[in-house]
């Protein structure tokens, strides 16, 4: 029984001659029994029938191949020498062209260059599995035998300020007859008044009159420097 | 020994003029695939002297074991194959225009003569064909070229791409409903037939 959808589908093998003889004939009896399938099958040989003399006049005209002959045997001339497996190859005149060896490397980097093979899809992706396993486990391997991260020593200036120590010094002159009636007069005042405690306490003890700092409690670290005598004592003292 | 086989003899040996008479034979054939393929003229001609130039260099190895010409067609399918991964960028970015200078159908001094109405509409037509071939992916127009062009089975064409017959087969069909969808599949068959026969044809 005839059924469209089934024959329609097997047009285009039909058109292009990749059917079986007798399937074929079979096809060609149903075509001539339904005028619809025919028209369809008509209208499919035409398109090919088109677009294959569309295909042909693209080609150009009889004035373009002189020209291309004469650019294929300059290519053929300056192209490299063939790698003739013949031993007792004829000398053309067109190749004993000498060739340099700069074009034939530069020919040679070309051609691996522009060169490509053809690799199976599952076999690719297998390489690549075993590439990024590879890798990974590299890198894993890599940070399990780095040693543990030393401090990093990182020299900077800094400007800190320095507090500066002032040393004051007072150079006292004390005269010694001075002293002598100061001291005298002092005394009832001392014993009037109680010392302060951050005075000098002049005791009465020392026979000579000497200043003495016993007691002596300042409040502020100054640092005294107390100069005995002077150049009238010793004048005195002559 | 044919006189092709010849020709090839004395190429393998070193001749060039050999060579020469030998691509005069297909290079029409070989051009028309190029030019196809890579949609402009300066590309074809790159394109299939490079075949030649391949052919020329693997000579040697040529067995006679089939036809020159199969010989040479797995050339150019590789050379094409080759010559797509190396440009792959431009033959992503070409515009789908056919009626550009570089693609323009021929027009020698015997178009002149039929008529500028039937030119015209051969123009239209083969620019509705480019357009299409222009619309389809490389390997899909490969196909269809090998297919159509050249007559090769689906097997013969899935051995020499690398794929199934299936494949090859599917991509056939959608190149071909492309083509009637683009040049109506509706219209009068005679319409074709008359636009074909009009004024292009060889």
């Known amino acids: 029984m005839h059924n469209c959808k089934l024959t329609r589908s097997s047009f285009i093998d039909l058109a292009l001659g990749e059917i079986e003889p007798a399937r074929a004939t079979q096809l060609q009896t149903e075509l001539n029994d339904c005028p619809a399938c025919h028209e369809e099958y008509e209208s499919l040989r035409s398109t090919l029938h088109v677009s294959n003399q569309a295909l042909r006049s693209a080609v150009p005209g009889e004035e373009f191949w002189p020209g291309y002959r004469i650019r294929l045997q300059s290519k053929l001339v300056a192209g490299p020498v063939r790698q003739s497996e013949n031993a007792g190859e004829r000398p053309s005149s067109a190749l004993s062209a000498p060739v340099s060896l700069g074009s034939q490397l530069w020919s040679a980097l070309r051609t691996l260059a522009t060169t490509s093979v053809r690799v199976p899809v599952p076999a690719a992706l297998a390489l690549l599995l075993v590439f990024g396993v590879f890798f990974f486990v590299l890198r894993a391997r890599e940070q399990v035998q780095a040693p543990p991260s030393a401090p990093v020593e990182l020299v900077r200036t800094v400007e800190v300020p320095v507090i500066q120590e002032k040393v004051l010094t007072r150079v006292v002159y004390v005269e010694k007859k001075e002293r002598r009636s100061a001291s005298g007069a002092n005394q009832s005042e001392r014993k009037e008044i109680p010392a302060a405690p951050n005075s000098v306490a002049v005791t009465g003890s020392d026979p000579s009159g000497a200043l003495s700092l016993v007691g002596f409690k300042p409040t502020n670290e100054v640092k005294l420097t107390i100069i005995k005598g002077s150049s009238r004592m010793k004048n005195d003292d002559k | ?202």
């Open chain 2, 1 to 202: 020994m044919s006189s092709e086989d010849e020709l090839v003899r004395q190429a393998q040996a070193g001749d060039t003029d050999a060579f020469c008479l030998l691509a005069q034979a297909y290079e029409r054939r070989i051009y028309s695939l190029a030019l196809h393929y890579s949609r402009g003229r300066q590309d074809a001609e790159d394109l299939s002297q490079e075949v030649w130039l391949k052919a020329y260099a693997a000579l040697s190895t040529f067995r006679y074991e089939s036809s020159f010409y199969t010989w040479l067609r797995q050339i150019t399918i590789n050379c094409f194959l080759n010559h797509r991964r190396a440009k792959s960028y431009r033959w992503h970015n070409r515009t789908s225009d056919a009626s550009n200078e570089n693609y323009a159908i021929r027009d020698d001094a015997g178009s002149s003569a039929r008529g500028l109405e039937s030119t015209l509409q051969n123009h239209l037509v083969v620019e509705k064909v480019m357009q299409v071939l222009a619309g389809v992916t490389p390997q899909q127009r490969l196909i269809f070229l090998l297919k159509h062009q050249e007559g090769m089975t689906y097997e013969e064409i899935a051995k020499e791409l690398g794929c199934s017959p299936g494949t090859v087969k599917k991509s056939v069909s959608r190149t071909i409903a492309k083509l009637r969808e683009k040049l109506g599949a509706n219209q009068e068959p005679e319409n074709y037939m008359s636009c074909a026969a009009a004024g292009i044809l060889r």
